[in-house]
């Protein structure tokens, strides 16, 4: 049937799922805390600048609209993440009916995405992987739209989708690659034949540009950042670990996306759209031999979970009702049991009894509690992230407000990771701080350039002061450290440093030059 008079109009039926999918992530929102890393995001908010080191600026914007729109609360933070995350479902379900889905291809796709542990735990915190994914699928969706229309719109479209997923994160640039590999490729390379596919190209390097200049000024960061992450975190990421956990994040919806992978490769009604089977190979083996983390691939899978709703409608036909009820039970309920493992709808208490009565019976998924460490904990990583950071300020605090006037005059503020910084950074104006100092991650772009007060607050999850800084000044106390045991900041520590020496001043200048370098 010609795509003109196909019945392609659900948008008010996905937007139930979208419903769903907001009401879900607003039990889960406020729980818990600040994660480590949004603290980070929201500390850019006010350095807005064309780049960082980690991350390129799209995140600071929003922070910076955060901040002065919704306030500075956990609830605030999550706002945008949430939309994004209804966004995503709808633009699934999208696509779902570009590929020529109906009605139970879209529910089956939604609620399959919905409950996916690996989109309910990326979902809902302010970081960039979830905008990143949105900007995935709305590339996906404007490719298909182009396809079954042959309108340009949608490539000047493109064009700006993939400028702002740049400036995003970078990943966007490797699965744009995949999927212009995978047309060209395909049966459907004759699209791309056209000069508005160049203007569109020189939209998206027109937004991008800024950030390339960016880090072009400030020495390649980008490439510094990814060899330290390859040395710190990606070297513990083995293959074998990488595929099983892209088999495992999915739960049970596992089987929807897998069989809609494979009607895109092998199914005559979905040959036009092979290009996306293509490219989800071909960013997937990228990923591979750069031992990408888990997560680095979750934005190729809504166009997965929408094939796969097609592919069950296909199979089911319209008077298997039971057939298509016990499907969608199937590959959505159990889902729906473990969902307290990635999102925090439970207490704190009652979460930690949740993870592990689920460990010892189900142990394939205790990959969710083992850490960058490579150890296993009481809870997974972006939990115990999200503990310690109020605690860890107020008690900055206390030692601060313990000096006089007159010394809090002569007063420093540093920490040693950003996720300290940024919470001490967050929790100033509560407890009265100064502006907090460190050279780790971007905090390094606007840090002070000397460290030469008479008294320094010190944030700390190390033995620093007893190892190395304790020839460089003339005394220290301890006045207190972070008590929470889930907390991954347990036992960081806050010190005094009294009188430190010249020294210590040209040892951090020295560390603030190199750093900026990198």
């Known amino acids: 049937m010609p795509y003109k008079n196909r019945r392609s109009s659900y948008s008010t039926f996905i937007l139930i799922f979208v419903a769903l999918k907001i009401v879900l992530n607003l039990f889960a929102i406020s729980h818990f805390g600040f994660h480590r890393d ?3 995001h929201l500390v850019l908010g006010d350095h807005l600048d064309w780049g960082y080191k980690e991350v390129p600026p799209f995140i600071a914007l929003l922070a910076k609209i955060t901040l002065n729109v919704f306030g500075d609360s956990v609830f605030a933070a999550r706002i945008f993440s949430t939309i994004a995350g209804g966004l995503i479902i709808w633009l699934t379900g999208q696509i779902t009916v570009e590929l020529g889905g109906r009605r139970f291809a879209i529910t089956l796709a939604c ?16 970081q960039p992987v979830v905008f990143d994914q949105l900007w995935w699928v709305v590339t996906v969706w404007l490719f298909a739209r182009y396809l079954n229309t042959a309108n340009v719109k949608y490539l000047y479209w493109l064009g700006v989708a993939v400028g702002v997923g740049m400036l995003t994160k970078y990943t966007m640039a490797f699965f744009t690659a995949s999927l212009i590999v995978g047309i060209l490729i395909s049966r459907e390379r004759k699209l791309l034949f056209n000069k508005h596919v160049i203007y569109s190209a020189i939209v998206a390097l027109l937004i991008f540009l800024p950030n390339i200049i960016w880090q072009f000024v400030h020495h390649l960061p980008v490439i510094h950042h990814m060899q330290e992450l390859r040395e ?3 070297d513990y990421v083995k293959p074998a670990d990488f595929i099983i956990e892209q088999v495992l994040v999915n739960g049970v919806a596992l089987f929807v996306w897998l069989t809609g992978f494979c009607f895109l490769l092998f199914s005559f009604k979905l040959r036009r759209f092979r290009y996306l089977s293509i490219a989800y190979i071909l960013i997937f083996l990228f990923l591979l031999q750069m031992n990408g983390k888990d997560y680095y691939l979750f934005g190729a899978y809504p166009m997965l979970f929408a094939a796969g709703g097609f592919a069950f409608e296909r199979m089911l036909k319209r008077n298997y009702y039971v057939l298509r009820t016990t499907a969608i039970l199937l590959f959505v309920v159990p889902n729906v049991l473990l969902l307290p493992l990635v999102l925090p709808i439970l207490s704190l208490n009652k979460t930690v009894t949740f993870i592990k009565s689920t460990n010892e019976r189900l142990p394939f998924l205790k990959f969710l509690t083992r850490w960058e460490d490579q150890k296993q904990h009481p809870l997974t990583q972006d939990y115990a992230d999200m503990l310690g950071w109020d605690e860890m300020a107020q008690k900055a605090g206390e030692a601060y407000h313990s000096l006089t006037p007159e010394q809090q005059k002569h007063t420093q503020l540093y920490a040693d990771n950003y996720g ?3 919470a001490l950074h967050h929790y100033r104006h509560q407890y009265n701080l100064p502006e907090v100092t460190s050279l780790n991650s971007s905090f390094q772009l606007w840090a002070a350039d000397s ?13 620093n002061v007893e190892r190395r800084l304790a020839p460089l000044i003339e005394s220290y106390r301890e006045t207190g450290h972070v008590t929470n045991p889930l907390a991954r900041e347990h036992n960081s520590r806050i010190y005094i440093l009294i009188n430190p020496s010249p020294k ?12 900026r370098l990198q």
């Open 451 to 463: 460290l030469s007060a008479h008294y320094i607050i010190y944030v700390d999850d190390d033995d």
């Open 232 to 234: 710190t975190q990606l």
């Open 38 to 40: 949004e603290l980070l």
């Open 111 to 126: 609620l399959a995405l919905i409950f996916s542990p690996a989109f309910a735990a990326s979902g809902y915190l302010f």
């Open 504 to 515: 210590l001043n040209e040892v951090y200048k020295a560390e603030l030059a190199k750093k």
């Open 420 to 422: 300290q910084a940024g």
